[in-house]
């Protein structure tokens, strides 16, 4: 699996590539920069495929590359108009504006409408598009598929979704430059796919960073944000379930309930008295039920009552759509139930945890928990979070790995503070999102509260979480 395995997956959506971009430029590398390494790569290709090109070029993005595009195949003598149907007060982006005065001193051909040539290179609707192509794009599309020409588009044919590859109309091209990683709307399309590297590090799609954090906006209803119910505790350790159950509330769960057998005194949360599988007056499911349930973590300080809690939870969540994270006690006993989870589910294990749900003893070394990672996602059917010194975050085809945090968050409630992140994200987004913003964002906790304070604590990770959480949005 690691060996042909991209990180973040073969394909990006638009919100990966997006977070891929922003993780870019906080390591600065800029959009100029890519913009220009784009174009310059559509003109390479373009040059050998006629004399004559006639640019259609859009107020976005895309229409930036374009315009870069522009400028270089005249800078190598070939023949180019550029055709820009928009005011020049509609381009919203700065890097797009000055690739327009750029291609106006670079000997380009302004024209007012379509007009023949060997080329025509699509540069109308790129990433950024929103439903059907509207009037100029749209007859401009038209214009070009009833046309006989060699058609290049950027980054993907103009019309196409991006993410499911919709298509009502859609610029028909013979060739398509698409930018950095393909699109999920180009999976048919491939044989007519080339890939253009603009820049973007290695680092920016190996490792988590701020544009991990593009979640989905929060839900406007009571309960869109998640209702949660963090199951854990046992005697012995009462206080690791109410310190899941605080991080979630925090990291803007809308309500969340604890079934423990302690009460503790948490106004923002709700207690249910928990004894083994009983939950006040009722069975676990019929609890869950009664709460409206629809994230469930559970394990942290379940002790002996693990294997049977768990198993509950799991036979829940096949007749339920609820989305899961185990951690703790709930993984140790995850191999016993055998059971697979159905891609609604994150695991949280340390190295420890790690190696028994595998079964096989592990070592620090980063290749082996990449490995042990994939390993855990494919026979669970879960998303992983392995944690360590590099957090290891692996869902499917995707991996990523993330370096925020420091030694001070070996402390005991780290885990457990985790968890709840996930529990509460899980409300509004989908696991890998879930998976992917957690760990970057209790890593850069950590990394604040050491810094302002000296230490690290489970409480000033509840506290600073959502403060990091808010810092992309
Ligand atoms: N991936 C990278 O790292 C880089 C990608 N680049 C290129 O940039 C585009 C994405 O740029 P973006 O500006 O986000 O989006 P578009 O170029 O697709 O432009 C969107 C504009 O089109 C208008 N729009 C949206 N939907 C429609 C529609 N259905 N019909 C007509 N017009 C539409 C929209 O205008 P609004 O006023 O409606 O908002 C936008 O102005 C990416 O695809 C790459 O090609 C860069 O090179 C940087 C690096
Ligand atoms: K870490």
Redesign the pocket.
Same mark, same amino acid.
């Given at each position: 699996m690691l060996n042909n395995a991209r990180f973040r997956g073969e394909f990006y959506d638009v919100r990966e590539?997006r977070a891929?971009?922003l993780n870019s430029a906080s390591l600065g590398f800029s959009?100029e920069l890519?913009?220009e390494n784009?174009g310059a790569w559509v003109a390479k290709v373009a040059r050998s495929k006629g004399e004559s090109f006639l640019i259609l070029v859009?107020? %976005?993005?895309?229409? %930036?590359?374009g315009l870069v595009a522009a400028r270089h195949l005249a800078l190598m003598g070939a023949e180019v108009m550029v055709l820009f149907p928009y005011k020049e007060c509609?381009i919203?982006?700065e890097?797009t504006k000055k690739n327009l005065e750029r291609a106006k001193m670079s000997g380009v051909r302004f024209v007012k409408e379509f007009t023949e040539a060997d080329v025509i290179i699509d540069a109308l609707? %790129?990433?950024?598009?929103? %439903?059907?192509?509207?009037s100029p794009?749209?007859e401009l599309i038209e214009q070009s598929n009833d046309f006989n020409a060699f058609k290049i588009a950027?980054?993907?044919p103009s019309g196409m979704d991006p993410d499911t590859g919709e298509c009502e109309l859609c610029f028909e091209a013979d060739l398509i430059v698409t930018?950095?990683a393909p699109k999920p709307g180009l999976k048919n399309l491939m044989d007519k796919v080339i890939v253009a590297e603009?820049g973007?590090p290695k680092r920016a799609d190996q490792y988590l960073g701020p544009g991990d954090l593009l979640l989905r906006p929060r839900g406007i209803r009571k309960g869109s944000n998640g209702r949660v119910a963090v199951i854990g505790g046992s005697k012995r350790y009462q206080g690791a379930p109410w310190i899941s159950a605080l991080a979630a509330f925090r990291a803007g769960a809308d309500l969340v309930y604890v079934y423990t057998p302690t009460r503790m005194d948490f106004p923002e949360l709700i207690w249910r008295k928990r004894t083994g599988t009983r939950v006040e007056e009722m069975s676990l499911k019929e609890a869950l039920e009664k709460d409206r349930i629809n994230v469930i973590v559970v394990g942290p300080g379940l002790a002996e009552e693990a294997l049977e809690i768990t198993k509950e939870v799991l036979e829940y969540a096949k007749e339920k759509d609820v989305s899961l994270v185990l951690d703790a006690d709930s993984l140790k006993v995850l191999p016993e139930i055998g059971e697979k989870l159905g891609w609604k589910a994150v695991l949280t294990p340390h190295l420890g945890e790690a190696s028994k749900l595998l079964g096989r003893s592990l070592t620090d070394s980063p290749k082996e928990r990449m490995e042990a990672a994939f390993d855990i996602s494919d026979s669970f059917e879960a998303c992983v979070i392995l944690k360590g010194p590099i957090d290891v975050v692996a869902c499917k085809d995707k991996l990523v790995l993330n370096t925020t945090g420091n030694e001070y968050m070996t402390v005991g409630g780290t885990g457990d503070a985790l968890s709840g992140v996930v529990g509460a994200l899980l409300g509004r987004d989908e696991p890998w999102w879930a998976a992917k913003a957690t760990t970057y964002a209790v890593g850069k906790s950590g990394e604040i509260c050491v810094e302002e304070r000296g230490h690290a604590s489970p409480t000033c990770l509840i506290e600073t979480v959502p403060k990091v959480l808010h810092s992309v949005k």
């Open positions: 590539m891929v971009e959009e890519m913009m784009a859009g107020k %976005g993005g895309k229409g %930036g590359d509609e919203k982006k890097t609707l %790129g990433t950024g598009v929103k %439903g059907m192509p509207r794009a749209k950027i980054d993907l930018m950095h603009i973007i």
